[in-house]
């Protein structure tokens, strides 16, 4: 049996204990099921594939969108939960709150049952390898489900909706069409990252479950949105670059137009990628490889590395529409999220595609004005700051805190401009109604992997500071809160904690 088959074979056997659980606490407590859930796309995705799994078996539910699952969130459940007696569900974070979670709620006179179902690091687990981690998994039997018990690691593997969905396809077996929606959320939390974006780890499980119901089709295709006009596609690609022509899209037109390719479609708009058939997609291939090759003396099987991708196409979704599309249907519930909109995110993974779907459209639009602006003033403005071995930002008040992760994202996972991949970035964003920064740190694989860990940098840097609030998150991308008095000291922290992490004395 290989390792994934192992994993899931134990992921199951605890699957079917908990169900059993869950099913005798709603039983005995005769109330509904409250569901927490991440604003980002992984957590939308949880929430929606639980409360799907919910409907279908007729346990009535209710789910809130938190933007993260801190102390004093933990305090306000506490009290909410205290006359409904709900069962509670925490998905796509909990596990690095679950101490907390155990004092809170599992008071005497309280005890309230509840459910994590996460794929972040635990409390006080620094590293996938922390010895710590069997404990916490015996301990934590039949409520507590997550990724690092079974050797998977959350961060790359699998994601929260992944869990939840295994979880739902062992309520029901007929959940297995959820499969696509785990694959949402893996996306969403750059979970692709395999050669050619492909899924590993558990993720590929889900992948193969989506494809033998016919749901997803994998194709190969240009590393463009296949939705937007592809002058415009190919400009905006935070992947490809060619100079002298992404900057500017009637050049871009000229360009395609040059290869002989009709660029007007039939209303007199722009052909997109998806209306080019495979000879006009050879076509532009053969051009961008040749252009970027000749201006940039770069080698064409490095270019087509990053030209060439798996796209994931989901099958019962229109041609052209965000949602037939894996990377843009999780954009597009980023957006829902990451604007106050976390219910129309939830509504259209569970299936809308009318009111909901509409609206996140309208709000889309302005998601993407958003993060072109914060990304050109960060470059324009010089607003990266830098210390020996991390570099940082404040997001003032051009950038909110509910995008300045999105942005620290954007910045180091798909290169969107001039950042040092060698030093992590940690974006800072006042909060409108406290007064703290909230931080967002992310990191490049390339220094993952001589070391760097900013969950636990984070945290260490906390510890360090004398600071109380929680954080974490996973290696390459965690976060947290800091009083503005304190951020000084945090991030020279920080500093410290990345230089220990890098081995260099
Ligand atoms: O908030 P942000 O997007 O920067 O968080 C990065 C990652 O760290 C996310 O997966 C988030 O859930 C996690 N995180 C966490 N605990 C916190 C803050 C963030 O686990 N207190
Ligand atoms: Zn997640």
Not at 31 to 53: E, F, Q, R
Not at 59 to 86: C, H, Y
Not at 264 to 282: F, M, V
Not at 449 to 475: D, F, Q, T, W, Y
């Amino acid at each position: 049996m290989n390792s994934i088959n192992r994993s899931l074979k134990l992921l199951n056997s605890d699957l079917s204990e908990t169900k059993k659980w869950f099913l005798e606490c709603l039983q005995e407590l005769g109330t509904s099921v409250h569901i927490y859930t991440h604003l980002d796309a992984d957590g939308l995705s949880s929430g929606a594939i639980l409360g799907k799994a919910f409907y279908r078996e007729n346990i009535p539910f209710q789910i809130s969108v938190l933007r993260q699952l801190e102390r004093e969130e933990i305090v306000k459940i506490v009290n909410e939960t205290q006359d409904t007696k709900s069962f509670l569900i925490f998905s796509d974070f909990g596990s690095g709150q679950y101490l907390e979670l155990i004092q809170k709620l599992n008071t005497k006179d309280g005890n309230n049952p509840f459910l994590i179902l996460d794929h972040h690091l635990p409390q006080n687990i620094s590293t996938k390898d922390d010895e710590n981690i069997k404990e916490i998994y015996i301990n934590s039997r039949p409520w507590h489900i997550n990724p690092y018990f079974y050797d998977v690691d959350g961060s790359r593997e699998i994601s929260g909706a992944g869990v939840c969905y295994f979880f739902a396809k062992m309520l029901n077996e007929k959940n297995i069409d959820l499969s696509t929606i785990a694959l949402v959320g893996a996306t969403g939390d750059i979970q692709s990252q395999g050669p050619n974006n492909s899924f590993i780890g558990l993720n590929s499980t889900i992948l193969e479950h989506a494809i033998t119901k016919d749901l997803v089709e994998v194709i190969n295709d240009l590393n463009f949105s296949p939705i937007k006009p592809l002058n415009e596609a190919i400009s905006y690609s935070s992947d490809i670059h060619l100079p002298g022509l992404s900057e500017n899209t009637s050049k871009m037109l000229k360009f395609l137009q040059s290869l002989g390719i009709l660029m007007e479609n039939s209303e007199g708009g722009i052909r997109t990628l998806n209306d080019l058939n495979q000879d006009e997609k050879q076509k532009v291939s053969s051009a961008i490889i040749e252009y970027i090759s000749l201006k940039l003396d770069i080698e064409p099987s490095e270019i087509i590395k990053k030209l060439i991708i798996n796209r994931y196409i989901l099958k019962n979704e229109l041609v052209g529409s965000e949602l037939h599309d894996l990377k843009e249907f999780s954009y597009l519930l980023n957006s829902c999220g990451r604007s106050n909109n976390g219910s129309l995110g939830i509504a259209i993974a569970m299936g809308d595609r009318r009111m909901a779907y509409n609206k996140a459209k309208d709000h889309l639009i302005n998601y993407r004005k958003s993060l072109v602006q914060s990304l050109s003033w960060l470059q324009e403005k010089n607003k990266i700051q830098y210390k020996d071995y991390i570099q940082f930002f404040f997001g003032e008040n051009i950038i909110p805190e509910n995008i300045i992760g999105t942005i620290a994202s954007m910045l180091i996972f798909s290169k969107s401009g001039d950042i040092d991949l060698s030093k992590p970035v940690f974006g800072c964003a006042k909060r409108k109604d406290e007064e703290v920064y909230k931080i967002s740190g992310r990191a490049h694989e390339s220094i993952v992997k001589k070391g760097v860990n900013l969950s636990e940098a984070i945290r260490e840097a906390l510890e360090l500071s004398n600071l109380k609030a929680l954080g974490g998150g996973h290696p390459p991308a965690a976060g947290t809160k800091v009083p503005i008095d304190k951020i000084d000291i945090f991030l020279e922290n920080c500093n410290i904690v990345i230089k220990k992490q890098l081995g260099i004395k």
